[in-house]
């Protein structure tokens, strides 16, 4: 039984077709794990009156097998997971008030290839599994011992091209009975994944958060710097846009990176504010790090806050995002960089 890729429900489906016990152990099982932090479940009152299903159980139960390898803190903490394989991803905790947001990777490197991401340049190496992209929530929590507010999928990977896996994944960390991230404060953000998207409105959960790394509203600019684009154009991108069930919130978070005298223009705000007119959607603007690891340029501070108010004369609701972890290349478009350098490698224990 993999219990970090299970629901509380599933594990007492599974409890009782082997053991005929239900879900009284596997909510035990559950707390111990997820709300404790605590593999030693056997030692909660339930199990203790019933030892040989505690041994039978603990027998059964796989642990993932995930370490945390390198870890690195600026004004966010970055840090290191190498899998069972020896594969190896990013994850970064970024603190704000008195809210954390974890950003979680999905797979190790992309498909997408997006030119201005360090992931994109590593290529594809395999898909996460719904217990490896838990594990990355549950080890902030009880390892690094940094409560969770929010999970947003930004780190290495497009989520719903691993959207099995990844929707397991949500399954799991939202369980009011473990983890409990209610959907309300989980992101999937996609680079565009059309198909995704149309997948993700058929099982209708309006209260997920949706945001779109759009960077561009021209197709011959979007294929050039989002491959994605020659797949998924954007009118195909806005059908399912305009489709998507909006929860409570009623919005969709558009992220646009701003490259230096890419898609920084007057032009560009304008075609942006025409392609989100209909939409109900939020824009951040960020600006890229241009930190020599990608052929962009930051914008200068100026040109940034002239965009936004671009944006905004069009009625488009816009908010700059000041991008965080750059020194420790944990900042957007950055994660993989430091696994390519071979940092976290290392065959030894766990880091301090
Ligand atoms: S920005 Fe996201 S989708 Fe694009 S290459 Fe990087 S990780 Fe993949």
Redesign the pocket.
């Given at each position: 039984m993999i219990v970090f890729a299970m629901t509380c429900d599933e594990l007492a489906r599974e409890m009782n077709r082997r053991w005929g016990k239900g879900l009284h152990h596997a909510a035990a099982l559950y707390r111990e794990v997820f709300k404790k932090g605590n593999r030693s479940f056997f030692k909660a009152p339930e199990f203790v009156s019933s030892p040989s299903l505690a041994r039978q159980v603990e027998k059964t139960v796989c642990w993932p097998s995930c370490r945390i390898t390198a870890r690195k803190k600026d004004n966010v903490l970055k840090w290191v997971s190498t899998l069972a394989d020896g594969h190896c991803v990013e994850s970064v905790l970024i603190p704000a008030r008195s809210r954390n947001t974890l950003c979680v990777s999905s797979q190790v490197g992309?498909k997408?290839?997006?030119r201005f991401?360090v992931?994109?340049s590593m290529g594809f190496v395999r898909h996460l599994s719904a217990e490896e992209i838990v594990w990355q929530v549950h080890a902030a929590r009880f390892q690094l011992k940094k409560p969770v507010h929010n999970v947003v999928f930004m780190g290495?990977?497009?989520p719903l091209d691993n959207f099995h896996e990844v929707m397991r994944a949500v399954d799991v960390m939202s369980d009011q009975r473990g983890l409990d991230i209610s959907h309300r404060h989980i992101t999937l953000s996609t680079?565009g994944h059309a198909d995704g998207i149309q997948r993700l409105a058929a099982l209708n959960r309006p209260n997920l958060r949706l945001a779109v790394?759009l960077n561009a509203a021209s197709n011959e600019l979007r294929n050039q710097i989002?491959p994605i684009n020659r797949r998924y154009s954007l009118e195909r991108l806005r059908e399912e846009l305009r489709a998507y069930p909006l929860g409570r919130d009623g919005v969709i978070f558009v992220e646009y990176v701003l490259l230096a005298g890419v898609n920084d223009s007057p032009e560009h705000a304008h075609e942006l504010a025409e392609y989100l007119c209909g939409l109900s959607a939020r824009v951040n603007v960020i600006a890229c790090n241009g930190n020599g690891s990608s052929a962009f340029e930051a914008p200068q501070p100026d040109r940034v806050q002239k965009f936004c108010e671009w944006l905004a004369a069009r009625r488009v609701f816009v908010r700059l995002r000041r991008s965080r972890g750059e020194k420790i290349m944990a900042g957007c478009?950055q994660l993989g960089a430091s696994i390519m350098k071979g940092e976290g490698r290392e065959k030894g224990g766990e880091a301090s």
């Open positions: 992309c997408m290839g997006c991401c992931t994109g290495m990977g497009e680079a790394s989002m478009g």
